[in-house]
């Protein structure tokens, strides 16, 4: 089980930090991403880190802004936006890749567990 944490209402130009907590699977061995979906639209890739945590990977819409990261030992993956739009209110979601030592897809279909996702929401 993934649970996000952290979103919220928050301002242009502000910052959030967002975790992914997991249970029952440790995470350790697995890429981890984090991909958002806005209303009406469909589900889109932000950034991703592959199972050791050296390969870090993000969408062009937000190199620069965000940073993933991951703690094993806590089972926990964690990321920060800063300078967030308003065109970036979504839901967002973490996800666990599908097969083990993975380098980090962009691709959904490429990952099998889910969260239920914490919404943010940038006010103009």
């Known amino acids: 089980q993934l649970v996000e944490t952290g979103g919220g209402l928050v301002q242009t130009g502000d910052s959030l930090r967002l975790s992914c907590a997991a249970s029952g699977r440790p995470i350790s061995r697995y890429a981890m991403a984090w991909f958002r979906q806005a209303p009406g639209k469909e589900r889109e890739f932000v950034a991703a880190?592959?199972?050791?945590?050296?390969?870090?990977t993000a969408a062009d819409s937000v190199k620069g802004r965000a940073s993933i990261s991951r703690d094993n030992a806590k089972n926990t993956i964690y990321l920060q936006m800063n300078s967030l739009k308003p065109e970036e209110t979504a839901v967002y979601y973490c996800?666990?890749?599908?097969?083990?030592?993975?380098?980090?897809?962009?691709?959904?279909?490429?990952?099998?567990?889910w969260g239920q996702g914490t919404q943010v929401t940038v006010s103009s």
């Open positions: 996800a666990s890749e599908t097969s083990s030592n993975g380098s980090g897809s962009s691709n959904s279909r490429h990952y099998n567990y």
């Open positions: 880190i592959d199972w050791a945590g050296g390969v870090k």
